[in-house]
């Protein structure tokens, strides 16, 4: 599909419909044997395991149509596909450390990120440094002949600062370093880290990929054949693989990303520029606001955002956001995010921060902004606010 648009693509990539029939969808396929007519075949396919349907743990015609899907989506050489996005996150790095070596993250990443690093890969000897989010070139100080990773998150976790992600790449290539991303706020429709020198892109397709809250399912993007081996290796080595049934989901997700993400965006903002003129609220952080760290960033790489965002309001005594809180129908109280419903949670970025300080005393809620009406979705939070002020 040749200079084809991103929502074309959506409709079009991982799929051969003439190869299953005329089918549209393809197949799920329930695999983990693979018979061969003759000892010569299975021979070969082992030579050249990645390449061949060898094992239902290494790849079938389900999940090669999804990374195929992914890899055209992201500009990516080839893509690899996870049990759940802390599996995509955990497998690359796994798959450029090694005990002696450095890893530069960003200190808004991810919670999970953050244990996985401290939990696990500090105890096997690599040293983990977590840096300013809003470092840009100047990472270039921290970067070390044996920094192996530098690890993006762009918009960051709760805060949602944007980097300047070509700025570090090229810092960090000048010691060799592997630059990955957590980029699932942004998808791979409104952000291509690999066309801004990021080597390796990482998705919880759980969100938006997947789109329905029904799904655990994580994905990887290479930008080079190295890249790939070495993830895929990776995967293959600790037995990291998605379900057939949730790979289809995240295929069937992806048909329909385009038109989702733009109600997810529409009613966002809304939600934001609403809540901005609450005289509780005292700060809006998401990307398109101006005063969201990195914004400018924001409307050079990204330009377009998704549907998740945080609210900094004045400090709230537990009795009173409880009455804020429990009351909600339209809002679910709950983790994860990038469904078809919309959800809020309260937050603490300050509780896991080590290389900035985080000294906002006011009362932090993350909102995702569902697929509902945003009518109804602002009379809902008129009415908690009302609750709130009632307690106060």
């Not at 992201?74 to 796994?94: D, F, H, K, P, Q």
């Not at 798959?95 to 919670?111: M, N, P, W």
């Not at 709760?158 to 991303?181: H, N, R, S, W, Y």
């Not at 990021?198 to 930008?223: E, F, P, Q, R, W």
């Amino acid at each position: 599909m040749k200079d084809a648009r991103k929502d074309t693509i959506l409709g079009h990539a991982g799929r051969s419909p003439r190869e299953n029939h005329g089918i549209v969808n393809p197949p799920v396929y329930h695999c983990s044997t693979v018979l061969f007519p003759t000892l010569e075949e299975l021979e070969a396919s082992d030579r050249n395991p990645f390449d061949s349907i060898n094992y239902g743990r290494v790849g079938t015609p389900t999940t090669m149509a999804f990374e195929q899907a992914m890899a055209e989506l992201e500009g990516a050489y080839r893509a690899v596909n996870t049990g759940s996005g802390l599996n995509a996150i955990a497998t690359a790095l796994l798959a450029f450390t090694k005990t002696g070596d450095h890893v530069l993250i960003t200190d808004s990443a991810y919670g999970p990120t953050r244990r996985f690093a401290n939990d696990t890969l500090v105890p096997y000897g690599i040293e983990v440094e977590y840096f300013d989010p809003g470092i840009g070139a100047g990472i270039a100080a921290l970067l070390k002949p044996n920094t192996s990773v530098v690890f993006l998150e762009s918009p960051g976790s709760l805060t949602f600062e944007v980097q300047d992600v070509p700025a570090i790449a090229a810092a960090a290539k000048t010691v060799g370093a592997t630059v990955m991303i957590d980029n699932t706020w942004a998808t791979p429709l409104f952000f291509q880290p690999l066309r801004h020198g990021v080597d390796v892109s990482i998705h919880s397709a759980t969100k938006y990929i997947v789109g329905h809250a029904d799904a655990m399912l994580g994905v990887i993007s290479c930008a080079s054949e190295a890249h790939w081996l070495a993830v895929k290796k990776a995967a293959t080595r600790t037995g990291t693989c998605a379900g057939p049934d949730d790979i289809y989901l995240g295929l069937r997700g992806l048909r329909t990303l385009a038109v989702r993400l733009k109600q997810h965006e529409e009613s966002a903002l809304a939600l934001a520029g609403w809540l901005s003129k609450q005289p509780e609220v005292t700060r809006i952080l998401h990307p398109a606001f101006p005063d969201c760290p990195g914004h400018e960033l924001w409307k050079r790489d990204i330009g377009r955002s998704s549907g998740l965002f945080s609210i900094v309001m004045n400090a709230v005594p537990k009795p009173a956001l409880s009455a804020m809180l429990n009351s909600l129908e339209l809002f679910g109280l709950g983790y994860s995010w990038g469904g078809f419903e919309s959800l809020i949670l309260p937050a603490r970025p300050g509780a896991i921060r080590t290389a900035t300080r985080w000294t906002d005393p006011g009362t932090m809620l993350r909102l995702h902004a569902g697929l509902e009406n945003v009518d109804d979705l602002i009379r809902e939070l008129d009415g908690a606010f009302a609750r709130l002020r009632a307690a106060l």
